[in-house]
C-alpha cells in the first residue's frame, strides 16, 4: 500500500530506520520538539536500512554524506542539517 509514513528521529541524534526500498524522503521537521521525517513509500516493498546524520551549523561535513535532506530549526534556535548516508 502507498502511503506516508512518518520517522521519528532518536533524541537529535544520527539514526538508521528500516524503510522500504525506494522509499522517497519528503521533508524533516520538528514537531513536539522531536525531530521527524516523512516519506512517501510502498508498505508491500522489502524494507532496507537507511541511515541519517544530524549535524549543527559549522560541524565539519563527512565525505560520506552525499545526500542532504533537509534543514531544521529547534524552539532554542539551533539549525540542524540532515544527510542520509551514502556508503
Given amino acids: 500500500m502507498r502511503t506516508v509514513f512518518k520517522y521519528v528521529f532518536d533524541q537529535w541524534r544520527d539514526t538508521t530506520f528500516d524503510m522500504p526500498v525506494g522509499a522517497m524522503i519528503l521533508t ?33 561535513i563527512r565525505p560520506f554524506l552525499e545526500k542532504y535532506i533537509g534543514t531544521v530549526q529547534d524552539k532554542e534556535g539551533f539549525v540542524w542539517h540532515i544527510f542520509e548516508v551514502i556508503l
Fill in 28 to 60: 524533516v521537521q520538528v514537531q513536539n520538539d522531536a525531530l521527524v521525517m516523512w516519506a512517501l513509500l510502498d508498505t508491500d516493498d522489502v524494507a532496507v536500512k537507511r541511515s541519517f546524520v544530524v549535524l549543527m551549523t559549522g560541524q565539519r
